[in-house]
C-alpha cells in the first residue's frame, strides 16, 4: 500500500487520477487496505460498500479513458455519516429504531455526490440520532480519535471524523446541529465545514433539529472542502429551506489574496475559560493571518451572555420529530440519555420556544450588523482538546465545565446564526492533540472563509500532520 497516496488530500488525488498516474481503482482498494488495518481499533464505520465502490472506481476510470470527465470528484473514494438516506442501503442514524432501515431513494447530496463521479465508500458511526458530541454509541459501539483511542473524536459525525483523519476517506459529509461537522474536525486535526442555512439540501437528511440543521464536508484541506460543497451546493424544491441564491464558483477564488481583509476576535465566551494551550495555538493561528497581512481587530460579540437560554429550540425540535415513535413501542428502543433528552423537550413551554427564536432573531439582525465592519470572525474552534472517552466534565483553564457544554459553547452560536463557518487545524498540544482554528463569515459568503482556511494552509502545516501509527495498531 502506497502510505503516501493514502495521506494525500482529495485536490492532489483528483489530479492524479485525471492525469492517469494513479488509478481510482487502485486508490479505492487502498482505502480499503488501510480500513482493514485501522478501523477494528477506530470503529469508525457502521457499513462499508467494499464491491459497490470498487465496481464504481473501475467504472470511474473506464470513463476517463473514454474521454467522460464528472469534475474533480471523478473516481474519488469517500465516505458519508449514516445519517443521509441511501438508496438500498442501510441508514440507520446511529439508532436501533432505524437499524433496518433500506430508504427507497438517496438524499440529495448523495445524489449530487455520485453525479459529479465521487465513490461511496460505505457509511459512518455517530451519535444515535445526532443527539450527542462524542459519539459514544450505544448500539454500534464507541468511535475512538486516531490521535488517541482512549479519547472520543467528537461528534455528533465522529465516525467521519476520525474515518478522514485516519486515512480511510479522502472526504466525508456531515451534520451540524450544534457543532456537529467542526466538532470532530477540530478534535481529529482535519477541516470542517458548516456552510450557511439554506445553502445545501437536507432532504433525505434524519433531522435532528430542522431550523439548526446544516450539512456539510470534513476534509484534510479548504480545498478540498470547496470541492464537495460545489458538488452539493444549491437550491432543492424538496427542502423548503433550500436557498434559491446562486452557487458561487468556489474554486475560482479560493487563491485570491487576503491582505485587504478585516478579520474580528470576539473575546467572550469564546475564550475564557479555555485550556491555556488551545488558547496559544489559536492566538499563534491568527498571527498567522496578521503576517499574511490581514487586519486584526479585537470586537465584541452580540448577546453573547444569552446564548445558553436558546437551548429549548434544539430539545423542542428534536421531541417534535420524535413524537411519534415516542409514543409508541419504539420508545423502549431509545437510549435512556436519548429519551431522556427528548421527555425534557416534549415538556418545554411554547412560550419558552417562541421566545429563544425571538432572541435567536434579534442576535442574527445584531450580528449582521458586526459584519458591516469586519470580513470574518476567527477564534479558537474549542477550548478544550480531545476528551477522554466516559469523561463527563473537564477542568478547562481551573474551571469544570460538563463535556457536552465545552464541545458546543464555541460552535452552537453559528448554527442558531445560520452564518459559514470552518474550522482548521492550528497546532497541536504537548500530548500532540490537535487543536482548531474557527473561521467564520456572513451568510452565503462560504467563497471568503475557505479562502482565509486556505491562505493559512498555504503556510502552515498542520494540515499534513498524521495520527501516530501505534494510535491505529
Not at 459519539?135 to 467521519?160: A, I, K, L
Not at 482535519?190 to 432532504?203: D, E, N, Q
Request: glycine share 10%; proline share 7%.
Amino acid at each position: 500500500m502506497e502510505e503516501e497516496r493514502v495521506g494525500l488530500s482529495l485536490a492532489e488525488l483528483s489530479r492524479r487520477i485525471h492525469s492517469g498516474e494513479v488509478a481510482s481503482l487502485h486508490a479505492t482498494e487502498e482505502i480499503f487496505e488501510t480500513i482493514a488495518h485501522k478501523d477494528d481499533t477506530l470503529n469508525s464505520f457502521v457499513t462499508l460498500l467494499r464491491d459497490q465502490a470498487l465496481q464504481a472506481s473501475e467504472a470511474a476510470d473506464h470513463m476517463l479513458r473514454a474521454g467522460q470527465d464528472l469534475g474533480p470528484l471523478h473516481g474519488v473514494p469517500i465516505n458519508v455519516k449514516d445519517i443521509f438516506a441511501t438508496k438500498g442501503i442501510r441508514t440507520t442514524a446511529g439508532s436501533k429504531i432505524l437499524g433496518e432501515w433500506v430508504p427507497d431513494e438517496d438524499a440529495t447530496v448523495i445524489t449530487r455526490l455520485l453525479r459529479a463521479g465521487a465513490l461511496l465508500v460505505g457509511k459512518t458511526n455517530m451519535h444515535e440520532f445526532a443527539f450527542g458530541v462524542t459519539t459514544e454509541n450505544p448500539f454500534y459501539g464507541v468511535t475512538r480519535n486516531p490521535w488517541d483511542p482512549e479519547r472520543v473524536p467528537g461528534g455528533s459525525s465522529g465516525g467521519s471524523g476520525a474515518s478522514v483523519a485516519a486515512g480511510m476517506g479522502y472526504a466525508t459529509l456531515g451534520t451540524d446541529t450544534g457543532g456537529s461537522i467542526r466538532i470532530p474536525a477540530a478534535l481529529c486535526g482535519i477541516v470542517g465545514l458548516k456552510p450557511t442555512y439554506g445553502r445545501v439540501s437536507r432532504h433525505g437528511v434524519v433531522p435532528l433539529a430542522w431550523s439548526l440543521d446544516h450539512v456539510g464536508p470534513l476534509t484534510r484541506t479548504a480545498e478540498d472542502a470547496a470541492i464537495v460543497l460545489q458538488a452539493i451546493a444549491g437550491h432543492d424544491t424538496k427542502d423548503p429551506a433550500s436557498s434559491r441564491r446562486p452557487v458561487d464558483d468556489y474554486l475560482a477564488t479560493i487563491n485570491d489574496p487576503i491582505d485587504r481583509l478585516t478579520i474580528g476576535v470576539p473575546a467572550e465566551p469564546f475564550w475564557d475559560p479555555i485550556q491555556p494551550e488551545v488558547a496559544s495555538a489559536a492566538r499563534a493561528g491568527i498571527d498567522v493571518l496578521k503576517g499574511l497581512g490581514v487586519t486584526v481587530v479585537e470586537v465584541e460579540f452580540p448577546w453573547a451572555d444569552q446564548l445558553p437560554s436558546l437551548q429549548p429550540i434544539i430539545l423542542s425540535e428534536a421531541a417534535a420529530y420524535h413524537h411519534h415513535w415516542l409514543q409508541g413501542p419504539e420508545a423502549a428502543d431509545y437510549s435512556l440519555q436519548l429519551k431522556t433528552g427528548l421527555m425534557q423537550g416534549a415538556i418545554i413551554p411554547a412560550v419558552d420556544y417562541v421566545n429563544a427564536q425571538r432572541l435567536r432573531g434579534d442576535l442574527r439582525s445584531d450580528a449582521r450588523d458586526l459584519f458591516w465592519r469586519i470580513d470574518a470572525l476567527a477564534m479558537p474552534a474549542l477550548p478544550i482538546v480531545a476528551p477522554k472517552i466516559g469523561q463527563s466534565r473537564l477542568d478547562v483553564g481551573g474551571t469544570e465545565l460538563e463535556t457536552t457544554r465545552a464541545l458546543t459553547r464555541n460552535m452552537s452560536p453559528f448554527n442558531l446564526l445560520g452564518f459559514p463557518a470552518l474550522t482548521v487545524p492550528c497546532g497541536f498540544d504537548s500530548q500532540e492533540l490537535p487543536v482548531g482554528l474557527q473561521i467564520a463569515g456572513r451568510p452565503f459568503e462560504e467563497n471568503l472563509i475557505l479562502r482565509i482556511g486556505h491562505a493559512y494552509q498555504q503556510v502552515t502545516d498542520w494540515h499534513k500532520w498524521r495520527p501516530p501509527g501505534d494510535a491505529t495498531a
